[in-house]
């Protein structure tokens, strides 16, 4: 059974920084891609970065570009967003999900997702 488990998420003051984990497990991600999405209140599930896992190859919403950075750690199953100078319209429940080969950046095109973590930036 696959899981992915986030954790990291919390309240911060904007301008400041927070680090995403997600815990994959459940099957080899070799020729998968991983990725982590945004969802605020009202507002539909964005994309915010994805990398494949072989290769390492990265893709970002132009909207985290240059703040927000993706990364994934092989041996420990385990994928990362690196989260700074947060801004309060970076508040929202952020997933972590997967899907074959690439990082697509449509909620729909992935088949497995985990909980959803919580970040608030406060102003």
């Known amino acids: 059974q696959v899981q992915l488990v986030e954790s990291g998420g919390g309240l911060v003051q904007a301008g400041g920084s927070l680090r995403l984990s997600c815990a994959a497990s459940g099957r080899t991600f070799s020729e998968y891609a991983m990725a982590w999405f945004r969802q605020a209140p009202g507002k539909e599930r964005e994309f915010v970065a994805g990398?494949?896992?072989?290769?390492?190859?990265?893709n970002y919403a132009d909207s985290v570009k240059g703040r927000f950075t993706i990364s994934r750690d092989i041996a420990k199953d385990t994928v990362y967003l690196q989260m700074n100078s947060l801004k309060p319209e970076d508040t929202a429940v952020y997933y972590c999900?997967?899907?074959?080969?690439?990082?697509?950046?449509?909620?729909?095109?992935?088949?497995?997702w985990g909980q959803g973590t919580q970040v608030t930036v406060s102003s």
């Open positions: 999900a997967s899907r074959p080969f690439s990082a697509t950046m449509t909620p729909i095109d992935y088949i497995y």
């Open positions: 990398i494949r896992w072989s290769g390492g190859r990265t």
